[in-house]
């Protein structure tokens, strides 16, 4: 049997992220007094303490850790399902989440909307951010249906459809000395700045194919989060980096940078649409993906 209620791990949520009894019932539109009640009635169903008081705010016990882990998920989960119910009363019959890699160029996302909004009204689709990491874990956990990726992936039971060929490139400032070699080898990375979205290595790209195929890895690696940090400090000339062409290839355009082949030997990958097995051809999955394959080879 459930012990704790929605409104239980609203409280908890509410309390983990503003720190305070007075934030959080501020924030729930409750009286701190009806607040700190949820709060022993939670703990008397559980049998644990999930607070303790550390100067003057409240923290997450052990146990507060966990349940805050499951009201995360649980409270995302019904407000998706809330948001997907309105767009229903809306007339919108199919909700399609798109999962993007933060490297993922956009370029052709206006003409996807579009080509939806013209073809398949009844369909609304959902961009969920930086999916690179684990993009087969996150389809097969539905955290979105479909996902372009460069490079290989091996997972029982996803479709995967190749949508372009590209190249990994290093990408400098215009000013930088690096730009002025026709193509660039590994040694010449030992001793600039190498700046990167993660330190964690995917599968088929720079750190695999490029660094340690040749037993080498750059002096000093900056972690700088997203794409668009890494190509301001790449623009500032602070380092360079390795990225697929087409993904920098909308950025360069007034920004300085310039990308050069790496050698001697090119680093290949290719770009594909990757979704659940198990959709029919005529779902609304399908469908995205059919006018997705379009708009991106155009």
Known sequence: ??????RHLEMIRAIARG???????EQLGVSQSALSHRIREAERRLGLALFFRENRRLVLTSAGKRVMQAAEVALGEVERAELEIEKLARGVRHVVR???????????????YQSLLQREPEIDLEVVADTAVDPAGGLEDNL????????????????????RNDQMVAVVAGDHPLARAPILTSRQFADVVYITRHTL???GREYELFFRRHDMLPARVIQAGTLGAVLELVAAGVGVTILPRWAVASHRRGSGLVDRPLGPDPIAIEWSLLMREKELSDSAVSRVANLLEGVVRE
């Open 19 to 25: 720190g305070s009894v007075s934030a959080a019932a």
């Open 201 to 203: 290595p995917e599968r």
């Open 144 to 163: 979105f249906d479909l996902t372009l990726i460069a490079g290989p992936v091996a997972a029982p039971g996803l479709d995967r459809r190749p949508l």
């Open 1 to 6: 049997m459930v012990r704790l209620e929605l």
């Open 98 to 112: 798109l999962g993007l890699a933060n490297d993922t160029p956009v370029h052709w996302l206006p003409r996807l």
